[in-house]
Structures are given as C-alpha cells and as structure tokens.
T-cell receptor, first 113, second 114 residues
Framework: AQSVTQPDIHITVSEGASLELRCNYS??????LFWYVQSPGQGLQLLLK??????LVQGIKGFEAEFKRSQSSFNLRKPSVHWSDAAEYFCAAPNFGNEKLTFGTGTRLTIIP | IAGITQAPTSQILAAGRRMTLRCTQDMRHNAMYWYRQDLGLGLRLIHYSNTAGTTGKGEVPDGYSVSRANTDDFPLTLASAVPSQTSVYFC?????????????FGPGTRLTVL
C-alpha cells in the first residue's frame, strides 16, 4: 500500500528564513501527492498537489514542492517564511485499496522573530 | 458560501452514551469523508461516501457508523462511546471522490469521552 512519511515532527525557523519540509512516499507508479496546511484550531486546506507533468509544483501562499522520483520525495519549500506560516503541514497520497487519502503524521512549524 | 459546517464544535460525553456528529456541505460535492485526528498519528479515515446512498470503511471504522441519505449531509454516529474515541473529528468533501480530488475540510468537532 502507498504510504507517506514525514520524518520531522517539529521544525523551528526564523521569520524571513527559507523552509523545507520533507515528505517521502512509497509507491510503484507515478503517485498522486498532496500538501495540506492546518492553522491552529482549523481544518485542513490544500496548498498544492502533483499527479503528472512538471515536477515543480506551485501552490498557494508562496509554497512550492518538487517531485523527485529518484529520492521518492515530495518536499515542500518556501523561500522566505512569514509568522502567519506557523501551522501544521501534512503530506498525503491516495492508497492502493480505496484510493482515499492517507496522511502523514504531520510537521509542526514554529516561526521565531 | 459556508462550505462545510460541523456541529457541535465541542462535546464532553460520558462513556457508553450515543453521539451523532453532524456534517453538512453546500458545494454539491459527491464525496464526503470523516477523519479523526490524534496527536502523533495525523488524520485517519473513518468512513467515506462516494455518492449519496453509498458508504465505505476507512482505516479505523470500528465503533463508528455513517449514513448518506442525501448529497449534503453525512452524519457520524458513535453508538456507545469509549474513552479511546476522544479525538478531534473532521468532515471533508470532494467533487468526485477520485484520487486527484482536492478535499475541503470543516472546522472540526472536539470530542472528549470520559
């Protein structure tokens, strides 16, 4: 079954610094991959998704992610973070059985001034 | 446009009691989902529905039931709540239920079972 792994539970970065959140997937064929963000006390919102074409995907709020088949990765990046980016970030992919999303365990992002 | 609404916002429930979490969407999406979110475990799918009149089991369906009588509503019922069902519950919807769909989430219901 397809799965996604987010190796970092918590990351702290300074405001204005660059950000990279890691996501690794296990899948045979070209996967469908998603990044969602959850602000405190809220539901999840889609940042971006990939399922074919250009391996560099642009999303909302200045985020991008790059699909790298050789590394089985779909890391999320932002060149300069803002305090409002503090949130929990989830990588997700559909599983083989029912094609419903399986979420990673999440990475909590803290921004320091 | 409200999107997805969930009720109640939070609830404290005695073990053994029956509870229904409500979810309504106004986007005319065919597919709807229920997830639970627990610290360190991310979101796990409980049940889903690809279209009105059909439902399916997710990763953690035991102790929960759902129904989909119409397009807009997708209630989740705990027939006899247990403390391990303490969690934050999210309802979501998507246009078709396909694997490339974007899911839209409600604000969540925080449930505590004592």
């Amino acid at each position: 079954a397809q799965s996604v792994t987010q190796p970092d539970i918590h990351i702290t970065v300074s405001e204005g610094a660059s950000l990279e959140l890691r996501c690794n997937y296990s899948y045979g064929a070209t996967p469908y991959l998603f990044w969602y963000v959850q602000s405190p006390g809220q539901g999840l919102q889609l940042l971006l998704k990939y399922f074919s074409g250009d391996t560099l995907v642009q999303g909302i709020k200045g985020f991008e992610a790059e699909f790298k088949r050789s590394q089985s990765s779909f890391n999320l990046r932002k060149p300069s973070v803002h305090w409002s980016d503090a949130a929990e970030y989830f990588c997700a992919a559909p599983n083989f059985g029912n094609e419903k999303l399986t979420f990673g365990t999440g990475t909590r992002l803290t921004i320091i001034p | 446009i409200a999107g997805i609404t969930q009720a109640p916002t939070s609830q404290i429930l005695a073990a053994g009691r029956r509870m229904t979490l409500r979810c309504t969407q106004d986007m005319r999406h065919n597919a709807m989902y229920w997830y639970r979110q627990d610290l360190g475990l991310g979101l796990r799918l409980i049940h889903y529905s690809n279209t009105a009149g059909t439902t399916g089991k997710g990763e953690v369906p035991d102790g929960y039931s759902v129904s989909r009588a119409n397009t807009d509503d997708f209630p989740l019922t705990l027939a006899s709540a247990v403390p391990s069902q303490t969690s934050v519950y999210f309802c979501a919807s998507s246009l078709t239920g396909g694997k490339s769909d974007t899911q839209y989430f409600g604000p969540g219901t925080r449930l505590t079972v004592l």
